[in-house]
């Protein structure tokens, strides 16, 4: 019977790295929001894919290929950090075109391509769990101190130099929390799917409660909430999890005109 | 240093690609209020980012007293779009007591950024430099986009400071400088 198929151990593995993933990427997504970086969620995860995917060509593990794509892209990214967007839109382009004709061009490289772009989260082990719950206990006991520093820093430029504060440590972390982020959602939930959940959860939250740590419980929220009726529709209707996914959050998506539109209402 | 000074600028020439302003010199004691006027693009922001160390020194030298603690207050700070973060939240950030603020703070406190003007984003961010714990805190045209009773609040948070506060204001308003300042220092 269906509705057995979400207690079968199979989909244990899945199912919680997917909602560790679904809260980590929420969250990390609302930083990147504050810090007008939402783009380089879709940028790095597109570098990565293609890494991954020139892993499975090359015979070498797909994560470490991915790791390393992801950290070159940020590492480019942070040679010139004041241009932005359009760094961001180049990765895209090179991301998504490298993993494609990789994809193309090898014979595991085609379904890998498949897998790393569009999702495929019922086929990962236990390597994927064991990474999801390090981020997320790693993002948990620091974000507190990592909030304040990224706040400060966006709010005020050049406080840490100014005091002789060392800025680069908050620098590193995020940059390694968004990476690792990035990685595991490519390699487990997919590529655009991994960007749907970093960029729809804050876009929603910032909007409809007021206060910095409100607006991220929100997002987090909203993010696991639409992961677990993807992941439940998908199994009992037999239906494709990461676009799935893609298409839950966008109905999330809506919430924000109709705050709007109810906000306008109440006004008048 | 003399053991008043927090901070003494000896002929510094600073910029960005090449230097900008300088080359100026001056000190600035506990407590005390100092103006920097001049034309556009005599450097007087420049001046203040050297400090900080957002913009590149190329002569000259900048010396700091050990327990100097800088907030520095930018010429029009961009006001995020969509960031529910609340006026509340960002004084904590610098550890500011609202206590210590003006009356017009406590319409702001509550207030999450996405819902404010210009004008009020920037009083806020003044404010929170000015009640902070720092003790030397750089404004850089502080009155840009205030109306006439925000210019009014502002002056009295200056006028009421902690006497071992100093301020280093940028302003094009030579009138406001002159009621607030010790000394004006003219860039040209």
Redesign the interface.
């Known amino acids: 019977m269906k509705e057995f198929i979400l207690f079968d151990p199979l989909f244990r593995v899945p199912f919680i790295t997917g909602l560790c993933l679904a809260a980590v990427l929420s969250l990390i997504g609302g930083f990147l929001k504050m810090r007008d970086e939402w783009l380089s969620a879709l940028g790095i995860s597109q570098v990565s894919a293609a890494g991954a995917v020139a892993g499975v060509a090359l015979g070498v593990p797909s994560v470490l290929t991915a790791v390393g794509a992801a950290v070159a892209a940020a590492f480019i990214k942070d040679i010139n950090p004041k241009s932005g967007n359009s760094h961001y839109a180049m990765m895209i382009i090179f991301g998504w075109s490298a993993a494609i004709m990789l994809a193309a061009n090898t014979h595991h490289g085609e379904v890998a391509g498949e897998t790393f772009l569009r999702g495929q989260l019922y086929f990962i082990h236990e390597g994927h769990l064991v990474g999801a719950i390090i981020l997320i206990i790693f993002t948990l006991a620091i974000i507190k101190w990592l909030s304040r520093r990224l706040l400060i820093e966006r709010f005020f430029p050049d406080y840490f130099s100014a005091n002789n504060i060392p800025s680069f440590s908050h620098r590193i972390i995020f940059a390694v929390l968004v990476v690792f982020s990035v990685v595991l959602g490519t390699v487990s939930i997919g590529a655009f799917p991994s960007f749907a959940m970093f960029f729809v959860p804050p876009w929603v939250g910032f909007v409809i409660v007021e206060g910095w740590k409100k607006s991220l419980a929100v997002s987090v929220l909203i993010g696991c909430t639409a992961y677990l009726i993807s992941f439940v529709t998908a199994v009992l209707a037999d239906q494709p999890f990461g676009p799935l996914l893609m298409l839950v959050l966008f109905l999330f998506s809506m919430i924000r005109p109709l705050f709007y539109l109810v906000k306008n209402v109440w006004k008048t | 240093m003399k053991s008043a000074e927090l901070i003494r600028v000896e002929n510094l020439r600073a910029g960005y690609t090449g230097p900008v302003t300088g080359p100026v010199s001056f000190t600035v004691e506990e407590g005390h209020i100092i103006g920097l006027g001049g034309p556009n693009g005599s450097g007087k922001s420049t001046l203040l ?1 050297a ?4 913009a590149r020194v190329f002569s000259g030298d900048i010396k700091k007293a050990p327990h ?5 207050h ?1 010429q029009r ?1 961009e006001l ?1 779009p ?5 006026g509340r ?2 004084f904590s ?2 550890g500011a007591d609202p206590d210590k603020s003006s009356e017009r703070i406590d319409s702001l406190l ?1 207030m ?1 950024l ?1 819902r404010m003007s210009g004008g009020q984003f920037q009083f806020l ?1 003044t404010a929170a430099c000015l009640a902070g714990p720092a003790n030397l805190v750089l404004l850089d045209e502080p009155t840009n986009n205030l109306d006439a009773n925000a210019i009014g609040e502002l002056s009295r948070l200056l006028d009421n400071h902690d006497s071992h506060r100093s301020v280093i204001v940028v302003s094009h308003e030579k009138p406001f400088l002159e009621k607030h300042c010790e000394r004006i220092i003219e860039l040209s």
């Open positions: 980012r400090i900080t160390g957002a100097t603690l800088i907030t520095h930018w700070p995020p969509e960031l529910a973060l609340l939240e960002l950030l610098l509550n999450p996405n961010q």
